[in-house]
């Protein structure tokens, strides 16, 4: 039974990525199209220290960072990190731009309260922000702070709904992007689930984003 | 025990209270009647639970009251009053109230009445500083100190998140309501049945929120203000003697709350949720559930069998679901957020009194072992007891 309801579950979520992709494929008026990225990996958890909380029994990575290029759509090589080939890092639930102290780029990044459709053009007095890691990132890290909010009793990081990340690329284009999800196979573990399940399947993340190639605010 | 730092656990509480008062009742004549009072409360506290115990909390509040009752016909009776409040910490309140009550018939009644309400802050709310390494290791801090300490653990790497309700801790203010009620009353010699309808808006309603988890989950409450809130709905009453042995009483209450500023903002389309691909979108208001760890139906039911000297009852309260965590981050409680469960607990009990001082009492409290650590950590699960009491100088022997 449990089997049964799990299939329906996966089929559901391949109907609903059809949809998706056919929606950015067809006849859309728009010039610039919207790219759903699945299961980016942003340094997945490899162990979990010793002892119990609050000194130990924390979960954690190889430290390292993914980065990723908009304009291209493709995870650049860490051996690329001084260029200007990336715009967005990933690591756990910091996003890093290619700015200030995180990269050589002339990125930057502010978060827009809103609908990612209702974001149609940058307003022309918005501020991008820039890095000064690790004390003050363009996109704020902490639960509800930016793109996230931590269910503590649950253990499940949760993007906060209404928040588009507005990013300069490191070659002075704009982008806007949305995280979907935290989760491999972008859903979230039920509750229920052991916690095994829930660390081995953090830190991959779905999100949708639209590149304005053409150097203009408007999407 | 032992605090979080391993030093000993040291639970000192010390508050002394000092309370003058005099109330004056004068019978102008049959119909008319009038109470007249005033006081003065002298309050000091100094413990642990409320941060470190050389340092005294004092607080001085003075008041007075007058109350009407005016019999202007055989049906119908007013009743009008007035209280000022004077706390020296926070403010002055001036609180009238006005009621109605109207006899349709020797069994059945109206009453209205409409007051204003005010309550300032208490020591517990502002000062707490207490962890409950028992059940579950839950922490409450009074708002004073709140931002202050969680700060601190925060830096300490102590934290392990934030909850929007963190951001919005400030200087707690007092809390002033406006209250509506209207009822009706049956009763005879059988029956007692009562049923309520009210509304209350109330202005910086002082409210407890989780604001925080230690690393390690465990949860910080503390307390701020919800600018305008409201609570409304309906409560009933019945009481009901089947016989000479037999009675039962049902109480039942449905409840609705909320913000009115979060309400303003889901109507004006700034409150957001998500859809099943994961996409943001508006929020209805149907979605919106209102103020946390409130339970929108609550019921209680109680039967009771005397006989002589022997007794049993049975009671049952129920509680349905409430919200408790703004898991989707969108600042607001809402259909998609975690609730806790809804329950019932049953409790049942029979004693016998002895005709020599001795009685005898049993029971189960909690019959179906009704437990969540998380949302009910002071809810034990099923507990028997007996208890035996022997009154020595028995005035009234059966």
């Known amino acids: 039974m449990s089997k049964m309801k799990k299939m329906i579950l996966v089929l559901g979520i391949a109907v609903g990525f059809a949809a998706c992709s056919k929606e950015d494929n067809g006849g859309s008026t728009n010039v610039v199209s919207t790219i759903t990225v699945k299961d980016l990996p942003a340094d997945t958890i490899i162990g979990i220290t010793p002892g119990a909380p609050p000194t130990g029994g924390f979960p954690y990575g190889a430290g390292r960072y993914t980065f990723f290029s908009l304009e291209s759509n493709k995870i650049v090589p860490a051996s690329d990190s001084a260029s200007n080939k990336w715009d967005l890092a990933f690591k756990g639930t910091t996003i890093a731009t290619n700015s200030g102290n995180s990269g050589p780029g002339g990125a930057g990044a502010f978060v827009f309260v809103g609908l990612f459709d209702d974001l149609k053009s940058i307003p022309a007095d918005s501020t991008f922000r820039i890095d000064n890691a690790p004390s003050a990132f363009a996109i704020p890290t902490g639960s509800n702070r930016a793109w996230y909010a931590y269910d503590g009793i649950n253990q499940l990081v949760n993007p906060i709904p209404g928040r588009v990340l507005v990013i300069r690329t490191a070659s002075g284009k704009y982008a806007k992007v949305e995280i979907l999800n935290y989760y491999k196979g972008g859903t979230t573990p039920a509750t229920t689930a052991p916690d095994a399940v829930k660390l081995s399947t953090q830190r991959y993340y779905t999100f949708r984003y639209t590149y304005q190639p053409n150097g203009t605010k408007t999407f | ?347 049942a009990a029979a004693g016998y009194e002895f005709n020599k001082g001795l009685s005898v009492q049993a029971g189960t409290d909690n019959l179906f072992n009704y437990t969540d650590v998380i949302n009910l950590p002071n809810l034990p699960g099923r507990t028997f007891y007996v208890t035996v009491s022997y009154q020595f100088f028995n005035k009234n022997p059966k």
């Open chain 2, 1 to 347: 025990m032992i605090t979080d730092n391993g030093a000993p656990y040291v639970d000192e509480f010390r508050q002394s209270f000092g309370r003058a008062e005099n109330q004056t009742d004068i019978q102008f004549n049959e119909r008319l009647e009038m109470n007249v009072g005033g006081g003065y409360i002298h309050e000091t506290a100094r413990s642990t639970r409320y941060d470190n115990s050389s340092s005294v909390k004092t607080n001085r509040i003075g008041y007075a009251y007058l109350q009407t009752e005016w019999k202007a016909l055989d049906q119908l009776t007013l009743i009008g009053g007035a209280r000022y409040d004077h706390n020296e910490l926070f403010a002055a309140a001036f609180s009238p109230k006005l009621a109605l009550q109207y006899k349709i018939n020797s069994k059945l009644s109206v009453k209205a009445s409409v007051g204003r309400g005010f309550k300032a802050p208490d020591f517990r709310q502002l000062y707490l500083n207490f962890t409950n390494t028992a059940a579950g290791s839950y922490s409450v801090f009074g708002s004073v100190e709140a931002q202050k300490i969680i700060t601190e653990l925060n830096r300490l790497g102590q934290i392990s998140s934030l909850e929007p309700a963190f951001y919005g801790l400030s200087t707690l203010k007092p809390e002033f309501s406006t209250g509506f009620n209207l009822g009706v009353h049956f009763q005879d010699a059988k029956w007692s049945v009562s049923a309520n309808i009210f509304r209350n808006n109330i202005e910086n309603l002082i409210d407890s929120r989780l604001v925080a988890y230690r690393t390690g989950g465990a949860q910080i409450f503390s307390y701020l203000n919800v600018k305008n809130a409201f609570t409304q709905g309906i409560e009933t009453d019945v009481q009901h003697k089947v016989n000479k042995h037999l009675s039962f009483t049902a109480g039942y209450q449905f409840l609705l709350t909320g913000d009115q500023a979060e309400i303003d903002a889901i109507n004006a389309g700034k409150v957001f949720t998500r859809d099943q691909n994961g996409f943001s979108r508006r929020m209805n208001r149907s979605e919106y559930v209102g103020l946390p760890n409130r339970s929108k139906h609550m019921a209680n039911f109680k039967i009771l069998y005397t006989k002589n000297a022997f007794f049993a009852n049975t009671r049952l309260i129920y509680r349905s679901k409430w919200t408790t965590t703004d898991t989707d981050g969108n600042g607001l409680f809402n259909s998609n957020d975690a609730f806790a469960k809804g329950y019932l607990q049953v409790n």
